[in-house]
């Protein structure tokens, strides 16, 4: 899945980054096309794997590369101004070979929050490739402001992307830690998942042969119809077949001639209930699995750890528990890791309780904002008397 990845804002720009770090750390061949763009200077210089050349600052003339805080409205202004900029350095890198493209933004700050959605718009009606996102919502102790950027560059984006995958940072944090401190901990979660979905359709290593192949057209399948998607992720160790088998060593004396199939069975068994824990355990955003229209499966590892008729066991089972029928799976064989991981896209799932809560919560601040600054006026226009006339 050839995508090509923008990070938006200081939160998508660290999360590209860390993608950019991960790949060259596995050596992965896997060409991308990849962009940060911030109105923050100190961001992108902050940034160490996205090429200087893949770096770009707008709003240079408002705002003066300092950023725009947490005011969404003119991040989306600077974007809206400065697009020919923006969408002509995407042009530049050439998009023929590109699967999709991929906005990362935090939707609750100014830049990303703002800037998402506007180059969503641009780019689903200039290309046919589908346009994704992936949006970080805040913590509920961030605030009712950053709830209300978050609601409204949400809405914005569902009117132009493909699909948004949502990423809770309240569900995230870490035990024991800030949510700052929190931060590189889920951009490694959030990275883990890409690197897995970034593989669906790309060539396999050397001498490797998967048992059931995934393209990227099913991805876009999944994805397709514009709604919420959540991710799901499991992984386990994988243990050399010597090992393995030194365990069982007792009862391979015993009944030697059955050892074929009893090892099938087993392998059969982990893939399935690795599926099952990646689907069941801690998605990037809680939602009712039982709400989601579509699914799709992949178990990336170790050639001798992946199994046909798990993966297909996985298919059955998770057909019966999302509200549509249509599920795909598929894997990747690879010698880069000693895990198995298994990744569930849940696709346009409709039951997603912190989505409604930050809705609540936006509505809110949007009523104190306006009555705040209501009674301001009346406030200062009553320290005034009214029969001073003004100069002009
Ligand atoms: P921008 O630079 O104006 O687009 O603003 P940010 O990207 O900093 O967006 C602020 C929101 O993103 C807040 O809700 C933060 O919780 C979140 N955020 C900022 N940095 C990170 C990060 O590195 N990882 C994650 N997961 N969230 C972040």
Redesign the pocket.
Known sequence: MRFFMIG????????LDLFLENEKMRGSKIELKTLAI???RT?LMGLKHVPMQDRILIGQTVVKGH????D?KL?AKIAQDEIETILSEIDNRGTHEIDAFLII???????????SPVLAKYLSEMYSEPVYAIG????PE?GKL?SLN?ARSMISLLKYVDNLIL?D?GA?KFEGLS?RE???R??EE?VRRLAVLARAGEPMEEGMVGEMVVDSSEVINTLRGGGISSIGYATSLAEPESKKKAKLLPFFKARKKEEEPIMEDDKAMKIASLVRRAALGRLTIPCNIRSAERALVLVAGPPEHLDRKGLEKAKLWLEEQIAGVEVRAGDYPTRRTKYVAALVVLANVTDIPRVRELQRMAAEAKEEVEDAERMRIEKTLSLFDEDIEPLI
């Not at 950023?67 to 947490?70: H, I």
Request: no cysteine.
């Open positions: 938006f804002g200081q939160a998508g720009g660290k999360i911030n109105t923050a961001d950023g725009v805080g947490t969404n991040g933004s935090g939707l609750g700050g100014g830049t990303g929050s703002g800037g970080v919502l805040p913590a961030e950053y978050a990423v940072n995230w949510l929190s931060f590189a889920i951009n959030i």
